[in-house]
């Protein structure tokens, strides 16, 4: 019986606010909007990271303004934090978005460490894969 707990009380951890494992399918059974916007911005961001390093100026137009409107999972994500943190990336893209190429290094930065706070502070499961968005050097 104790065993059984334990197993229900992981998939509870798993389904809420976790690292997708198939983030390849883009509806994987109705993900939410903030879900599929999160992923687009993470492909995105991955996209760009091989030229960023090579100092190689990107074309990043970028829009993810309805990250203020879009649905969760579940309503208690957007806690009073995430709007502040929400428009701190915004503005953070917008200057990767209109970046030169002497400071998109340092935008790009700054733009994954806005996903990292975010994170840190409501839904820690998917740091593990914005660690792969980073760039150390
Ligand atoms: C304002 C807070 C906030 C910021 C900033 C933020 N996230 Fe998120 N992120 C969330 C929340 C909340 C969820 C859970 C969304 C849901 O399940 O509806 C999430 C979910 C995710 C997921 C998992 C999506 C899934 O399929 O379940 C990934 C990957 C992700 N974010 C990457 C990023 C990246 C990359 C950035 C920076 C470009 C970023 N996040 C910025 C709050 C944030």
């Known amino acids: 019986m104790k065993k059984y707990l334990v197993i229900l009380t992981l998939v509870a951890i798993a389904f809420s606010c976790s690292p997708k494992k198939n983030h390849f399918i883009n509806n994987p059974n109705g993900s939410s909007e903030l879900a599929t916007l999160?992923?687009?911005?993470?492909?995105?961001l991955f996209n760009i990271k091989a030229k960023v390093i090579k100092g190689k100026k990107v074309k990043f137009q970028?829009?993810?303004?309805?990250?203020m409107t879009a649905t969760p999972t579940d309503?208690?994500?957007?806690?009073?934090?995430?709007?502040?943190?929400?428009?701190?990336?915004l503005?953070?893209?917008?200057?990767?978005?209109?970046?030169?190429?002497?400071?998109?290094?340092?935008a790009y930065k700054t733009v994954v460490q806005t996903?990292?706070?975010c994170h840190n502070n409501s839904c820690p499961g998917p740091l593990m894969r914005i660690a792969n968005l980073e760039i150390t050097d």
């Open 38 to 44: 999160m992923n687009q911005m993470y492909s995105d």
């Open 62 to 67: 970028a829009d993810y303004s309805t990250i």
């Open 75 to 89: 309503e208690s994500m957007k806690n009073n934090t995430f709007e502040s943190f929400a428009t701190a990336l």
């Open 91 to 106: 503005q953070n893209v917008k200057e990767l978005n209109t970046a030169t190429s002497a400071n998109q290094l340092e």
């Open 115 to 117: 996903c990292i706070s």
